[in-house]
């Protein structure tokens, strides 16, 4: 609750006016709504978190009731009771050129987004390097990463260094294998993010306990499982995390994307992502020495007579970690001599610091399940990379 007096965001557009002068604004800084109930003198002023969500009850709990009672005091007739019906939809978006360098100066009235077919209208547009960024860091520590683990590791804090600003920017680390965990929860400071990728490493042999998961004294998650939760981190970081944030939203996932064990399916931990408006940037680290096949040696499956056990075959991570990119509006990188973890961490960077943010309020009722999301520029030489989709109403 904002004290009497305090002001809508300067420059926004009312979106939607009832009887009840229910006035609601985009707020400029995060993915939310103001919401202002007027009578006579008396204001009030609140904050409505409307993705994909009703403010009916806002209108009927909140601003009819208030009326009723300034009513009965003012002598004046209860206004009929009007059920308003906003649902808001925000689309993280980058934008290239056609030979692949970053757009960054584009205006609102250069985006076109249909929903199922529908043209839109954009009700709030603002820059990325504008808003906060809330980042979470989910490595993969099952034995298949044991060889590339320092890499990793480096890396990735000198990228969580060089992109968070101070007092603006926060982010988490998870590590999952048998187990997901959350070492150190959203924070801006260097020290505890660093000691978090410290504490990385692949699951040990306890004689007593069994196979222990590779972080050291982090916050559990209560899953645990038998090989690579995957699906489980995702779903858990988007669901228990980003899901209570504003503003951007950005996960990093370092994993060769075989998924073993997890509880949640692939399809979920997409949903789960997009719920809470969070693009998925996938680093693909792919180590065979790393699962034990090293051709035709004597090992599981992999005598030169065709072993007495065939060996298991693994799932497509490349095509996993691609699919949960491409559908929360991030992008797939495979590290390769080439292509080093430390040139990719330096495109995302420059992503993130270049992103659109859109945002409008469906021009009909969507209805519950899957809708589309088409973001496209007025100059058709322009290539424009954001999520395809959102889940409403569940």
Partial sequence: MEPEGAEAPVGCNPVVLTAARLELFPHPLETSYWACASHMKMQMLLRVHPDRCS?????????????AVWGVRGQEPQPPKIAVEVKAVNVLATVRDRHGKIVSTLTKDDFTVQEDGRPQILNYFARGSDLPLRLGLLVDTSLSQRRVMDQERTASYSFLDQLLRQDKDLAFVIHF????????????SRPKLQA???????????SDRGSSGGGRGGRGSGRRGAGTLLYDAVYLAGDELMSKQQGRKALIVLSDGVDRGSKEGLTTAIQTAQHADTIVYSILFKDEEGYGYRGGGMGRGGGRGGGRFPREERPDGKKILQQISKETGGRLFEVSKKETVEKIYSEIEEELRSQYNLGYTPEKSSGTGYHKIQVTTRQKDLVVQARDGYYAGQ
């Fill in 55 to 67: 403010c009916t009850a806002l209108a009927a709990a909140v601003v009819f009731p208030l009326l």
């Fill in 177 to 188: 294998d048998r187990e997901v965990e959350l070492l150190q929860d959203f924070t801006a």
């Fill in 196 to 206: 978090a990728l410290q504490s990385l490493q692949t699951p040990q042999f306890d």
